[in-house]
């Protein structure tokens, strides 16, 4: 089935990956919102757990491993074009993740580019307000964790 005009909702991942106070993002090499700022991420395939589909999606997209800390929300997209069709439908299943092998990412798959960015550089890139939400309730979860767990094995601040 097609992506585009689709009969039913595609479910997709994205990632809140946080390092350092700051998260990654990855600019959209393909269509819907292509050459936007996005959360990493893409559709879950057949078979696959939405952790595993966030694992491989961010390996695919950005080179890094992660570790899935928990689930931030659910938010959907569906664009509709000029004759009020579906155009677009996805479900997305956004999780909280702290990468495994450090913090070099490079750009690949569907990622045109990819890169770290502070919450105050957030504004100008103009972002999805549901990204722009969703990063925010990641921060919090980011935080509630680290002070939850400061005297056991605490997500890596680093």
């Given at each position: ?27 959209r ?14 559709a ?102 680290q ?12």
């Amino acid at each position: 089935m097609s992506r585009e005009y689709p009969n039913r909702p595609f479910v997709g991942v994205g990632a809140v990956v946080i390092r350092d106070g700051r998260v990654l993002l990855a600019r959209r090499g393909k269509e819907p919102r292509k050459g936007s700022w996005s959360l990493p991420g893409g559709a879950q395939q057949l078979g696959e757990t939405v952790f595993e589909a966030a694992r491989r999606e961010i390996r695919e997209e950005t080179g890094l491993e992660i570790e899935v800390l928990g689930i931030i929300d659910v938010a959907d997209s569906i664009q509709r074009d000029d004759h009020g069709e579906v155009r677009y439908h996805y479900t997305l299943v956004d999780v909280l993740a702290q990468t495994i092998n450090g913090d070099v990412a490079a750009a690949g798959d569907d990622a045109a580019e990819v890169a770290w960015f502070s919450p105050d550089e957030l504004a100008p890139l103009e972002l999805w307000t549901e990204t722009t939400r969703i990063i925010g309730l990641g921060h919090e979860m980011w935080t509630i964790l680290q002070a939850s767990s400061s005297s056991s094995s605490s997500p890596s601040a680093k």
